[in-house]
């Protein structure tokens, strides 16, 4: 059995598209496809039904694929225990990570990783979750520091630290950090959020359904510099982790306040493809954002 195969059945079974597929490998969908054919005639069975919104594994597909996974993600961890016995970290990483993390605490742990670590070249990309996601699953990235839910099981993930969302408003609304609000009143102002997709957007949204509440969305804006804009300006409200506008809260640029009835939490995960090996600089970086984590959890979630 293939192992190069094995992959690519595994990622055709989680999208249910060969063509998906084909573009997330970076292949032409009729190279996909015969490499999935080389796979069914090895095993003597078919895996995949094609229907007109796809590819559906068949019974012996889910089979595969519950036992496979767990194969693969062991081979890759063998491959990189065996590759750890040399010591030397040197080579370049790409590190992707959301806008609320491109701060000053950010350059200084970078900073420190250079220190530690010279003959690493560290390239930085500030994006959405989304894209961060998009980006990890396309290998175009080797680690991604970006908030749960985590949609793919060819990531491998783990939790860093969790956050508080606070509101930010216009600075006329004279919102107070001393004066928590409930999101019922907050319901009564327009709100400046990022897509319908966006994780931030999920977790306003999902804690509005639960306490019955309609939300006025006076704008959608994917930037989070653009957000915190359009709050500056009195175009409406938004949710963001309190570093992300503690300038401008200290500036009177705008109020703010934390949020309770319910509290709004997002946790933040380091990311990778599970199904390719982290090189010598990529763990090292990735044992450095672990080790520097209490830099962005709030003090009472410090432990």
Not at 53 to 72: C, H, M, N, W, Y
Request: glycine share 6%; net charge neutral; proline share 6%.
């Amino acid at each position: 059995m293939d192992l190069k195969q094995l992959k690519a059945f595994l990622h055709v079974a989680e999208l249910g598209s060969l063509s998906r597929a084909a573009e997330r490998l970076h292949v032409t969908q009729p190279a996909l496809s015969r490499q999935i054919r080389l796979l069914e005639e090895d095993l003597g069975t078919r895996l995949l039904t094609r229907t007109g919104r796809g590819a559906l594994p068949t019974e012996a597909g889910q089979l595969l694929e519950s036992r496979a996974r767990p194969l693969v993600a062991e081979l890759q961890a063998m491959a990189g225990e065996v590759a750890q016995l040399e010591t030397r970290v040197a080579g370049e990483v790409d590190l992707a990570i959301p806008p609320t993390l491109a701060d000053t605490t950010m350059a200084e742990l970078l900073r420190d990783f250079h220190v530690s670590y010279p003959e690493v070249k560290v390239r930085v990309v500030v994006a959405l979750s989304g894209a961060i996601h998009e980006a990890l699953l396309r290998g175009r990235v080797d680690l991604g520091v970006l908030y749960h839910p985590l949609r793919s099981a060819n990531l491998g993930a783990e939790d860093l630290w969790a956050e508080d969302l606070d509101l930010v408003a216009p600075a006329q609304l004279n919102f107070h950090p001393d004066r928590p609000v409930t999101l019922a009143e907050i319901a009564a102002h327009p709100l400046v959020l990022p897509g319908a997709r966006h994780g931030l957007r999920v977790i306003i949204e999902a804690a509005a359904v639960r306490r019955g509440l309609t939300l006025q969305v006076a704008m959608e804006v994917e930037s989070l510099r653009m957000q915190l804009e359009m709050v500056r300006l009195g175009l409406g409200c938004s949710f963001l982790p309190r570093r992300a506008f503690a300038d401008d809260l200290a500036a009177g640029r705008v109020s703010g306040a934390p949020v309770i009835d319910p509290p709004l939490r997002r946790t933040a995960v380091l990311a990778w493809p599970a199904d390719r090996r982290r090189s010598h600089a990529a763990q090292a970086l990735t044992d450095m954002i672990r080790d520097g984590r209490d830099r962005w959890m709030e003090p009472e979630r410090k432990a």
